[in-house]
């Protein structure tokens, strides 16, 4: 007979299995049209001589995470020796992929006049324009994903390596993984809720001063609105990802044992893990190449608002397996550093890392 205690464990595991088909399937058919869409209007979209570098290398990237959505996810994918370096090679091509697209955006699309109008980001905003400095802060977060991936990676191959000192070697490789923020401050911040704090106060001052009465100003607002709405939950993701995938998942591996991390082999390798990193890859492209179907005029902005929420809701669906790779107090401790001790990851990080490590082998 079993337990209440088995029952929830079941529940649970039925839980996350749902939400992962629920995902794979939404990433299946979301990339499924956009590769056809794209194909559609490639005449506009991607044959074209100006910026062709980026043109191909965001062709490129869209096929990659296509080929991801319909393979490196299937159970079936994960369970042989050859398959799992193929997804190592996998992940190291998507990462190259997704900066030399944003790093080629920079070059063919420099954009650096580009001043866009108060709280508007060209991510979203149908009148605004993506700038260089949003490019180059963009290419930041494509290779941290690259440079995750490779760590996660290698926690895999030293765990079952023979070396005596995996602990060290643990935390040399998590100081490796976060050595980048030491840099974060010399590229340019853009902060989602500065667009939606200056929007509401300009939208306030607007008020004041005239009366809007007709449909086209009230749908233009009803659209802000839902742009305001949009910024607000990409700057929980943003906090989501920081101190849960990033922070919390790095320290967590870091710091659990060897055993734990051969058989929680979800890091990098099941299938959950898998739509989710292809779903974090696919959203960190699309606000951009979205936009640009709507500058090309051959996507409204509508269409493009509603796919950016279907794109929300499947990445949030996926995000909900990392949690069990998580120790939650040690994303907490992240997020609360993040506010006391700002600007200094790296530090905090290994801060984190110690206390957990002395804590295991004090209480196990």
């Known amino acids: 007979q079993s337990s209440p205690l088995m029952d929830l464990e079941s529940s649970m595991i039925s839980t996350r299995l749902s939400a992962t088909e629920a995902a794979t399937i939404g990433a299946k058919m979301f990339l499924l049209w956009m590769v056809l869409f794209a194909v559609y209007n490639a005449t506009k979209v991607f ?98 994903n690259l440079w995750q991936a490779t760590y996660l990676h290698a926690l895999y191959y030293f765990a079952n390596s023979n070396s005596n000192h995996k602990q060290i070697t643990n935390l040399v490789l998590l100081f490796l993984v976060t050595m980048p923020w030491l840099f974060r401050h010399l590229l340019p911040v853009h902060s989602f809720s500065h667009n939606w704090k200056v929007y509401l106060k300009h939208k306030e001052n607007t008020k004041n001063s005239k009366i809007r009465n007709t449909d086209g100003e009230k749908k233009t607002t009803a659209s802000e609105d839902l742009e305001v709405f949009l910024y607000r939950i990409k700057k929980w993701q943003y906090v989501f990802y920081k101190h849960v995938i990033l922070h919390g998942v790095n320290i967590s591996l870091a710091v659990t044992s060897s055993t734990s991390v051969i058989e ?46 279907f794109l929300m809701t499947i990445s949030s669906l996926s995000a909900l397996v990392v949690l069990r790779h998580v120790r939650v107090w040690i994303c907490l401790s992240s997020l609360m550093l993040n506010f006391v001790h700002r600007h200094h990851d790296l530090g905090n990080t290994m801060v984190i890392s110690f206390v957990a490590a002395m804590w295991n082998e004090l209480y196990g």
Do not use: C
């Open 47 to 144: 044959l074209r001589v100006h910026g062709w570098r980026h043109r191909l290398a965001g062709a490129v990237h869209l096929l990659w995470l296509f080929v991801g959505a319909w393979t490196v996810t299937n159970n079936s994918y994960t369970k042989s020796a050859e398959s799992r370096f193929s997804i190592f090679v996998y992940d190291v091509l998507l990462g190259i992929f997704g900066t030399t697209a944003t790093l080629t955006a920079a070059r063919d699309f420099p954009h650096k006049l580009v001043s866009n109008a108060v709280g508007q980001s060209g991510t979203l905003h149908q009148k605004a324009i993506v700038t260089q400095a949003e490019m180059i802060e963009h290419s930041f977060y494509q290779a941290l």
């Open 264 to 309: 929680d082999s979800a890091i990098p390798y099941s299938p959950s893990w898998r739509v989710f990193w292809v779903l974090l890859n696919t959203s960190y492209v699309m606000e951009f190449f979205l936009q640009s179907m709507v500058k090309a005029r051959v996507l409204s902005q509508s269409t493009m608002l509603w796919l950016q929420r």
